[in-house]
C-alpha cells in the first residue's frame, strides 16, 4: 500500500506549488499591474517551489529549533534549486524563465542575493509555521482521498507537463525576440 507520509508530500508539493505560483503572480500585477503566468506549466503552480518547499520538509525537521542553522540551510538549499532550475530549464529549451544579471550580488543572471534572502525567509516561515498547519490539515483527511487527490494531481501535473513541453519546444527563434527573460512572450505566444 502506499506510504502515507509520501502522500502527505506529494500534496505539500502541490499546496506549495500553488502558493508560489500564486505569489508570483500577484508580485507580477503588483508590479506590472497585468497578469502573467509565471510557471513554466500552464496551470497554477511553479514545481520548483513545490519542490523547494518538500526538499526542505524533509531536510530541515530536525533543524526546527536552531532559526539560525535553519537560515543558512535554508538559504543554500534555495540558492542551488534555483540556480539548478535556471540552468536545466535554459539547457532544454534555450530559453531563461528570470534573468538576474542587472541586480547586483547575481551568479550569471540565475540566482541573486536580492531575491535569496526573501526566499530563504519565506522557507523558513514555511518550515516553521505553515507546514505544521498543511500537515495538521492533510492529517484530517481520509487515506482514501489522499490517494485519490494524488493520483489526480499527478495526472493533471503529467498532463500538463507535456502539453506545456511540447508547446515550449516548438516556439522557435524565440530567444532572439525577448532578450533574456522569456517568460511574458512565452505567455502571450501561449495565449494566441
Do not use: Q
Not at 72 to 92: D, G, Q
Not at 154 to 163: A, Q, S
Amino acid at each position: 500500500m502506499v506510504n502515507s507520509m509520501f502522500l502527505k508530500y506529494i500534496l505539500l508539493f502541490f499546496l506549495y506549488s500553488f502558493l508560489g505560483w500564486l505569489m508570483e503572480v500577484v508580485y507580477t500585477f503588483i508590479r506590472e499591474r497585468k497578469f502573467v503566468n509565471r510557471g513554466f506549466l500552464k496551470g497554477p503552480y511553479c514545481p520548483i517551489y513545490g519542490l523547494g518547499c518538500v526538499f526542505l520538509s524533509i531536510v530541515l525537521t530536525n533543524f526546527n529549533k536552531n532559526i539560525f542553522l535553519l537560515f543558512i540551510i535554508t538559504f543554500t538549499l534555495c540558492f542551488i534549486l534555483e540556480y539548478m532550475t535556471s540552468l536545466v530549464l535554459e539547457k532544454i529549451f534555450h530559453l531563461r524563465w528570470w534573468d538576474y544579471s542587472n541586480y547586483k550580488f547575481n551568479i550569471n543572471g540565475r540566482v541573486c542575493l536580492e531575491t535569496i534572502l526573501p526566499f530563504s525567509i519565506i522557507g523558513i516561515i514555511a518550515i516553521k509555521y505553515i507546514n505544521p498547519l498543511l500537515l495538521e490539515f492533510i492529517d484530517s483527511l481520509s487515506k482514501y482521498f489522499l490517494i485519490t487527490i494524488s493520483v489526480v494531481l499527478i495526472c493533471l501535473f503529467i498532463f500538463d507537463l507535456v502539453i506545456s513541453y511540447d508547446f515550449i519546444a516548438h516556439l522557435k527563434n524565440i530567444r532572439r525576440n525577448t532578450g533574456k527573460d522569456a517568460t511574458e512572450v512565452i505567455n502571450r505566444k501561449r495565449n494566441e
